[in-house]
């Protein structure tokens, strides 16, 4: 293979589209540009915003709003509903609800609520409870901790 003899694959080069050299080339005339206006005129045309209508894009759209709080905490939600799956007298701790895969994502700290009832003792550990849970469970004779 020789330098002279490389060629660019086919379609890489287009060739330039000259306007204003005849009525044979089909670029004549008006050169592509119409025949008077705005688009007509050297320098004419509009902004890559611009619509037509009243309100331009950026106006129609909504000004961002709000605030994202950097140290909110997401929790993993546990009802009470799905801790029936767990022996009487079983401890219940965030590494074992992964295990079970009722918890999905361990980066996430656990949080108890109290949806459905309970009718067991447990030892349920986790990082949060609601009021409702932790009232459920020790109603039931379980027993809450909180993990820090």
């Known amino acids: 293979m020789r330098q002279n003899g490389l060629k660019p694959s086919v379609g890489a080069k287009q060739k330039r589209k000259q306007v204003g050299r005849g009525v044979g080339t089909g670029h004549g005339t008006y050169s592509c540009c119409g025949i008077k206006g705005q688009n007509a005129r050297s320098g004419g045309g509009v902004h890559p915003l611009f619509d ?9 759209l909504p000004k961002k ?15 009470l509903e799905s801790l029936k799956a ?12 992964i295990s079970t895969g009722i ?27 609601s ?8 109603a039931a004779g379980g027993t809450v901790e909180v993990i820090r």
Not at 52 to 60: E, R, V
Not at 103 to 129: M, N, T, Y
Request: aromatic content about 8%; glycine content about 8%; proline content about 6%.
């Open 103 to 129: 918890v999905k994502r361990k980066s996430k700290p656990v949080k108890v609520l109290g949806e459905g009832d309970i009718d067991r003792q447990l030892v349920v550990k986790a990082h949060r409870f």
């Open 86 to 97: 767990f022996p009487e007298g079983s401890e219940i701790t965030p590494e074992k609800l």
């Open 131 to 138: 009021c409702v849970a932790r009232e459920k469970i020790e």
């Open 52 to 60: 037509g209508k009243a309100d331009s894009l950026i106006k129609c």
């Open 65 to 79: 709003r709000g605030f994202n709080n950097p140290f909110r905490v997401d929790y993993n939600a546990v009802n």
